[in-house]
């Protein structure tokens, strides 16, 4: 049938591609576009067979006009390959480079049913046996993915996830002491390699969909590559994806459970020093994309004020590294705050107001907003963590004078200079005197950012 490409909904676009792919015609209600993914569109919709059964499926596509149609080629191979084992996955019913209406690289899979909000994964009452198991499920789900052929998924990225990873950091020009740190640690800690395996390469919550039974589903396959399997598990242990809560695999399980589901998978069992080392990997990985994400809105390539929120919260991520490497020094509270002085303006003060407005937006208009605004209440919480740490750097000590104190006793009048030298190896960064500059400026930026992320010394 012919159709004219600007005449075309994205609804009837999905339509026109599961008739073709499932040699019947199809219909599409009105999709809506799903939170989450930052660099691609999740969308949901109703598909309608002509007899008047139904079918709930999801869109998977670049931004038009950003498409990368190899990348999303490979995706639709990863989920072939991990089904093919067992994996539980969606079902791929479409997939292309692009389509009237669609205008990008997409997938069309069938809804799996499932929960996939964190907080709701570690909290919900209905969910609490499952929590028993979910490590250990979540083990043995990797494993299985790691037992994918991968002959089939030769487009795939392979190559040294560290040497890849320190490119993409140097091309940001932008020295970081804690970055370089991470760096010479695990040069210098290496594990013997395993052999290359599918690795999906972002396995945490948030991609996988559980219910009361256990996985249904693992979703966002964009990140998948060929490497070292216990990659995976690292990434599953970096406590970025604990969201807030204590237990070291996503907040929910311990990694002897982990572990556990792995070897019945997989009949081997990494060592906790292999495991350790990746889980440093991952964290010192979040850290460099963290700041790549960022640059794209501080680059001017994208505006976005979720890119922009990424950049204050790398710090999350240097204090998370220095605190798995042992290297963090200083006292571990947030810095104290500063009496406003005399001003000629009228109460209430400029922190006040951003108190006030934040309160505003986040008790008063926020649960005003229905399942049909997720998107709106996903951008109205950024808004409301950055008007958070507007207010606390207003109030905060300035430590600036501290960190060139620091900084002047190994020889540096900036961070980047002393980055710099770790990087050389003119200094230890093992030596109290270098770690100490380093831990002052992470926790004086984390206690603007996000205080809460600080944990007490007891914790550790």
């Known amino acids: 049938m012919a159709v004219n490409d600007g005449a075309v909904s994205l609804g009837d676009g999905i339509g026109l591609v599961l008739s073709e792919s499932r040699g019947t015609a199809m219909t599409v209600s009105e999709p809506r576009q799903l939170t989450g993914g930052a660099s691609r569109q999740v969308w949901a919709a109703e598909a309608h067979y002509a007899d008047g059964q139904s079918l709930a499926v999801v869109l998977r596509r670049d931004p038009p006009g950003h498409g990368d149609a190899e990348r999303m080629r490979a995706e639709a191979a990863c989920l072939r390959a991990a089904a093919a084992v067992g994996v539980p996955v969606p079902a791929l019913l479409a997939s292309g480079d692009t389509a009237p209406g669609i205008d990008a690289p997409y997938l069309v899979m069938d809804m799996v049913q499932g929960e996939s909000i964190p907080r709701k994964l570690q909290r919900d009452p209905e969910l609490a046996e499952v929590r028993t198991h979910l490590a250990e499920d979540m083990g043995f789900v990797l494993g299985t993915i790691h037992r994918a052929d991968v002959d089939t998924l030769g487009m795939l990225d392979v190559g040294d996830p560290l040497d890849a990873l320190e490119s993409v950091y140097r091309d940001l020009d932008d020295p970081r002491p804690a970055v370089e740190v991470g760096l010479r640690w ?73 572990l556990d589901g792995y070897e019945r998978a997989t009949g081997t069992r990494p060592s906790d020093a292999e495991l350790h080392w990746w889980e440093t990997y991952g964290t010192l990985r979040w850290l460099v994309l963290s700041r790549f994400q960022a640059q794209r809105h501080l680059g001017g390539s994208e505006n976005s004020i979720e890119l922009a929120a990424i950049g204050r919260r790398v710090c999350e991520s240097e204090y998370d590294l220095l605190l798995i490497l042992g290297l963090l020094d200083g006292t571990e509270v947030p810095p104290g705050e500063t009496t406003p002085g005399p001003s000629l303006h009228d109460r209430p003060s400029l922190s006040e107001i951003l108190d006030l407005v934040a309160g505003t937006l986040r008790d008063d208009v926020a649960p005003v907003l229905d399942g049909a605004h997720d998107r709106e209440r996903y951008l109205l919480r950024i808004c409301v963590n950055l008007l958070g740490m507007a207010g606390r750097e207003l109030g905060a000590e300035d430590r600036t004078r501290d960190l060139q104190d620091l900084l002047a006793a190994v020889g540096c009048v900036s961070e980047a200079e002393l980055a710099g030298k770790i990087r050389a190896g003119s200094v230890a960064y093992t030596d109290p005197a270098v770690s100490r500059p380093i831990s002052t400026a992470v926790l004086a930026r984390l206690g603007v950012a996000n205080p809460r992320h600080l944990l007490p010394a007891s914790r550790h």
């Open 186 to 258: 695990l040069r210098e800690n290496r594990p013997v390699k395993r052999p290359d395996a599918l690795v999906h390469g972002d396995f945490r919550l948030g991609n996988v969909l559980v219910d009361g039974a256990g996985i249904r589903g693992v979703l966002d396959w964009e990140l998948a590559h060929l490497g070292d399997p216990i990659e995976d598990l690292g990434w599953l242990c970096v406590r970025a994806w604990r969201f807030g809560a204590q237990p070291p695999v996503a907040g929910i399980g311990t990694r002897e459970q982990l």
